[in-house]
């Protein structure tokens, strides 16, 4: 399907999983790990996506240009633990046809 694209995701463990992402669904990074069982059930997007628990932390590893950050995004990654320079929230990025190929690592559990 051209509404696809490859997104690797690596997991907590330090495994790399190469995952099929639908464009055309307005779904976020966080709902991909999620719906690709990458993480524990109840391990991630605790909030519900709402920018308020950074548990889909993840660290962007490719040059992919995204979306800036909003105002909450920052503020939840500035109480956050583990936070790098390429740390963005997973449920803060939607989908896009311009983010094949990207690779992002999940932050550790806090």
């Known amino acids: 399907m051209d509404q696809d694209i490859t997104i690797t995701i690596i997991d907590?463990?330090?495994v790399s999983h190469e995952v099929l992402a639908p464009t055309d669904m307005n779904m976020n990074l966080m709902e991909m790990v999620r719906s690709y069982e990458l993480v524990e059930e109840g391990t991630i997007g605790i909030c519900g996506g709402m920018a308020m628990c950074a548990s889909c932390q993840c660290y962007i590893l490719s040059?992919?240009?995204l979306p800036e950050k909003s105002d909450d995004e920052d503020a939840m990654l500035a109480e956050a633990f583990h936070v790098q320079e390429n740390?963005?929230?997973g449920c803060q990025i939607h989908i896009q046809p311009s983010m094949e190929g990207?690779?992002?690592k999940l932050a550790p559990q806090e």
């Open 63 to 65: 040059e992919h240009e």
């Open 12 to 14: 907590r463990a330090n």
């Open 102 to 104: 990207l690779i992002v």
């Open 87 to 89: 740390s963005r929230l």
